[in-house]
């Protein structure tokens, strides 16, 4: 089977697997596990900020920081299509009782315009915005890398009303493989950076909330263990992400480049529109138009040919490279593409 329908779907690799095997352990609730420990050395220096979290899960990273950043009431400034407004269960209402201010980017990215028009006037009738959260990569802008000049524009409106940033991060490490800048160079603007090793990293579970603010971690710490994500001998996870930090990070091209190469195949098939242009890391999104079946009937048929993508509504469609998935693999979900999906 050749799953594409995500980058979390990866398994660790034998190498991880024995790393994670002889990993030191102790108990990280009170700070003794050697190997959590190096692992947020290691991330927090990556992104050169001062301290890093290890948390179980992306989603957790996130409400971390906006629980930490925020009080109830408050308000959070959001992409509208962000992982914060459409996966995370409504985490932000229910936990940190703050409202989310959605605004429409293209292909996920904001602009400083609207993002200056969202921020709220200070007088008392008004709600107050306690936040901004960019997201990059953007997961269903299809895999798209946040320019860093829009962010530096945001960074600079932020400063003005003195409002902190939170960059969700997942997929962080896919903008830096494919732009080659300095991790810290898109760090460098937000206050706290959640990041993923469980997407296209490869690690079976972990992320880490990083973040130079003393205050803000010990904060997240707290609300991490109210949140049920304070481990024990969470080294050998940690074990893992180390692993996968110092071998899976320049790999990501690899993805980049099968992303490209799917998006030319799928581009050849008439009954999908797609613009090739707009695939700048792992993620493909396409449209099928097909008179004869429902997405569930499209996506069973590729099943039965042997290749796995997710529905994500209407007429669209996204496939995910990833780890595990070869160059001789895509070839083959091409023509599995081609076969199905000719009408
Ligand atoms: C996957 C993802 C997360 C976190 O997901 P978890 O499944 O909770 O680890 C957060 N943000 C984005 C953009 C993601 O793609």
Same mark, same amino acid.
Do not use: D, F, I
């Given at each position: 089977m050749i799953d594409l329908r995500s980058d979390t779907v990866t398994v660790p690799t034998d190498g991880m697997r024995k790393a994670m095997a002889r990993a030191e352990v102790g108990d990280d609730v009170y700070g003794e596990d050697p190997t959590v420990n190096r692992l947020q050395e290691m991330a927090a220096a990556l992104l050169s900020k001062r301290f890093a979290l290890f948390v179980p899960s992306g989603t957790m990273a996130n409400q971390l920081a906006i629980r930490s950043h925020t009080q109830p009431g408050q308000e959070v400034i959001v992409e509208s299509k962000s992982h914060i407004v %459409?996966?995370?269960?409504g985490a932000a209402g229910a936990l940190a009782g703050v409202q989310l201010h959605w605004v429409p980017g293209e292909r996920g990215i904001m602009s400083a315009e609207q993002v200056e028009a969202a921020i709220r006037p200070t007088d008392p009738h008004s709600i107050s915005t306690a936040l901004i959260c960019l997201e990059n990569t953007h997961n269903a802008g299809g895999g798209t890398i946040y320019p860093l000049a829009t962010i530096e524009k945001i960074r600079a409106l932020a400063a003005k009303h003195n409002i902190p940033m939170h960059l969700d991060g997942a997929r962080l490490m896919n903008a830096v493989a494919a732009?080659?800048?300095?991790?810290a160079s898109y760090a460098q603007h937000f206050e706290t950076v959640s990041l993923c090793l469980?997407?296209?990293?490869?690690?079976?579970v972990g992320s880490l909330l990083i973040s130079s603010d003393r205050q803000i971690i010990d904060r997240a710490r707290r609300f991490r263990r109210m949140y049920g994500g304070?481990? %024990?001998?969470a080294g050998i996870l940690a074990a893992a992400g180390i692993y996968a930090l110092e071998h899976h990070v320049a790999r990501l091209t690899d993805d980049h480049s099968h992303a490209k190469k799917l998006a030319r195949l799928l581009q050849q098939i008439p009954s999908v529109q797609i613009a090739?242009?707009?695939?700048?890391?792992?993620i493909v999104i396409f449209d099928v138009t097909d008179q004869r079946r429902t997405p569930a009937e499209i996506v069973a048929a590729l099943k039965e040919q042997g290749v796995l993508i997710n529905p994500i509504g209407g007429l669209s469609y996204r496939a995910v490279t990833h780890l595990n998935v070869s160059a001789k693999q895509i070839d083959e979900a091409g023509a599995v593409f081609m076969r199905v999906l000719t009408p």
């Open positions: %459409r996966y995370e269960q732009t080659t800048l300095p991790p469980s997407k296209g990293l490869g690690a079976p304070a481990m %024990r001998q090739p242009q707009h695939v700048e890391t792992n």
